[in-house]
């Protein structure tokens, strides 16, 4: 998986709870990403990063929030979980967001009762 | 709205077999055309990318053909290998909306021995 890792690799969380996952690379590469994956979608967007404490949010932003204090590591975080956020996460890194290829982590699957 | 449709949803062939999976695109302009293959449990793994202007591109067993004329792709498998087994997702790339990248839902493949 190309130097990425995501933790905790399996979460079981209750409704309102804040939830963070995190993703560290060893690939040193600008760009981080935020995906998640439910059946009948493709992998969705949540939020980017293009450097440290440089992010901005994908297509379904709401209800998470990101940070990046260091370039190896990106932070995911779920204010207050909902059922709608059951989902598997996966982060991705790249040299550039235009032409490279993106590099996918393991996977994080959250379920949220 | 654009959109990524793949062909077909899912396939089973025999081991040694060699079979093609498609993808139609409505995305105008377009940036590039990828292929992933994402093995169960886990995140997607890059086989190819195609700018507009290539038409064909092959990484081992695995050729991916673009007419961006037609707007469509395609991706063939030779010689299939029970590993092969995974779901494979065409991605495009929308130059018209800051490269957002458009994911197809996939196509769930089953080599059987």
């Known amino acids: 998986d190309a130097g990425i890792t995501q933790s905790p690799r399996h979460k079981v969380t209750e409704t309102g709870t804040p939830v963070t996952l995190r993703c560290h690379q060893t690939e040193n590469h600008r760009y981080m990403y935020w995906y998640r994956q439910d059946p009948g979608h493709g992998l969705r967007l949540i939020h980017y990063s293009y450097g440290v404490k440089d992010t901005d949010k994908g297509e379904v932003s709401d209800g998470y929030s990101v940070s990046r204090s260091k370039t190896e590591d990106f932070l995911l975080t779920l204010e207050s979980a909902t059922s709608s956020q059951t989902s598997v996460y996966f982060c991705?890194?790249?040299?550039?967001?235009?032409?490279?290829?993106?590099?996918f982590g393991p996977g994080t699957r959250l379920l949220v009762l | 709205k654009n959109q990524v449709e793949q062909s077909p949803q899912s396939l089973i062939i025999l081991e040694g077999k060699n079979c093609t999976l498609q993808c139609n695109y409505t995305v105008s302009p377009f940036s590039n055309l990828r292929w992933y293959k994402q093995d169960t449990g886990r995140g997607p793994v890059s086989l190819t990318i195609m700018t507009f202007s290539e038409n064909t591109k092959s990484n081992g067993r695995y050729t991916a053909t673009l007419d961006a004329d037609t707007k469509q792709s395609s991706l063939h498998i030779t010689a299939s290998q029970l590993s092969d087994s995974a779901s494979y997702i065409c991605?495009?790339?929308?130059?018209?909306?800051?490269?957002?990248?458009?994911w197809g839902l996939g196509t769930s493949l089953a080599v059987n021995p």
């Open positions: 991605v495009v790339s929308d130059a018209g909306n800051n490269r957002k990248l458009i």
């Open positions: 991705a890194i790249s040299e550039s967001p235009v032409t490279e290829t993106q590099y």
